[in-house]
């Protein structure tokens, strides 16, 4: 381990490795990893790295939404234009780092090479599909890797937050204005439906953009004004629902459950979370089990006719969204009993074999788990289980009382909801592929950074080896 510098006042430790248990990596800087944070007297220089940085991070975030601004076609692999921001994104993060002489932290590196190598060995097995898929692998790790090691600074990951969410509620806003004026370029609205999908070119991946934002708003209670902040919820919810998207709406529900049980837990009432947690598993069951004896089909008719939001969310629950989904769920199931080895038939090649095997209903695994297994094979499914693991024991270890010191605290006075919205990720990814998505390896980052440079166990005492 190596030495922390002391500062009058107490600062995240700069690079110093997390437990053994942490699925992390540390790549050395130019020296000594304990220079302390920038302050008033740095030099200039590094003033301005700091400032280049932080400048660059923002608009890295403001381009997570544009993968089809203005209805432009993605490029080559669904390439888009964050994926040209986040080279210089990744070049000033190294730079800052450098000047400062710290090491760059590296989390989530090993479920990150375990899911490029299960890929790798399906390319081959494959006669080289799906290679180009690896490279999209790495670059989304590159958005938690840049997002965390900015974080080793309280300054910058403050404007990291803030602009996310100042940000979020901006392209809220444009979009909901967009489908109110009948806007199509705005509101991103679907050519086929009232769907809203802003500038991602798919509805799920908006609304799943809106519930990010809306967690961040609500972990780090900014705005800190009461009424502001219930505006800015307000106004990020009422743009998931125009996206239609069942899947998030239920996601968004259960994460609002998840996060309060999660409070009870972290004040140590762990009583009133068991008996709140069991209420709503009841209410939860039942009426899953009244929908199945209840023929709801006639209300949802009304439903759709009063409004075609309705007709195209909670209309298609009963309709063609349904069947089509479970015909895709039978065909990706069969599809991995029937393969000759265990590799998988490479990484992101569903809809292609689909189409070569001429199925009913062509189109992508629209489940991550699923997807993990059918492409990668088995060592796809070892490196998602590892990648989740990581995810969820830095959640936990952030989440406790106290567990942070009064810098990033004050940053995330309420880290457990990090630990809800990742429950937002974990059941989108029933329905669509949501764990390659860039803004959700940006929010990864952001639990990297409180884990690794925030906790205060983390924090070496002076003159600690």
Known sequence: MSPTTKAPRAVPPQGGPGPPDAPDAAVPGAASPGTPPDSGSAAPGLRRRRDLAGIVMVCGIASLPMLMPFGLAPGPGNTGLPDLVLIFVVVATFLWAASRRQPIRWPYLIPTLLTIVAGGVASIANEGIGSLTLA?????????????????????????????????????????????????????????????????????????????VFFIVRACRYPEDNLKRYGVCGILVVAELLTGSNGGALALGCAIVLGHLFRLFKEGKAHQAIATGALCAVLGGGGVALLSVVDVQPVLDRASAASPILRDSIGRTTGESTSSRSTVFGTTV??????????????????????????????????????????????????????????????????????LTPEY????????????????????????????????WAFFGLIAALDLFGRRDAVRPEGAP
């Open 136 to 212: 999209k692998d790495l670059f989304v790790l590159l958005w938690a890797v840049a997002v965390a090691n900015l974080g080793r600074d309280p300054a910058l990951l403050r404007l990291v937050i803030r602009s996310w969410v100042w940000i979020g509620t901006f392209y809220a806003l444009v979009m909901i204005f967009g489908f109110v004026i009948g806007n199509d370029m705005l509101s991103g609205k679907q050519v086929d439906g009232e769907r809203a999908m802003f500038t991602f070119g798919d509805a799920n991946y908006a609304s799943n953009w809106f519930i990010c």
């Open 334 to 403: 069969r599809m991995i009993e029937e393969q000759p080895h265990p590799w998988g038939i490479g990484p992101g090649h569903t809809e292609k074999a689909m189409l070569v095997n001429q199925e009913t209903y062509v189109r992508e695994a629209h489940n991550d788990y699923i997807a993990a297994v059918l492409e990668r094979g088995f060592l796809g499914g070892l490196a998602l289980i590892v990648l989740v693991f990581a995810v969820l024991l830095k959640c936990a270890r952030v989440a406790r009382r106290d567990a």
């Open 409 to 440: 605290a004050r940053l995330v006075p309420r880290p457990e909801l990090f630990g809800a919205l990742v429950a937002v990720f974990l059941i989108s990814a029933l329905f669509y592929e949501t764990l390659h998505y860039r803004h959700g």
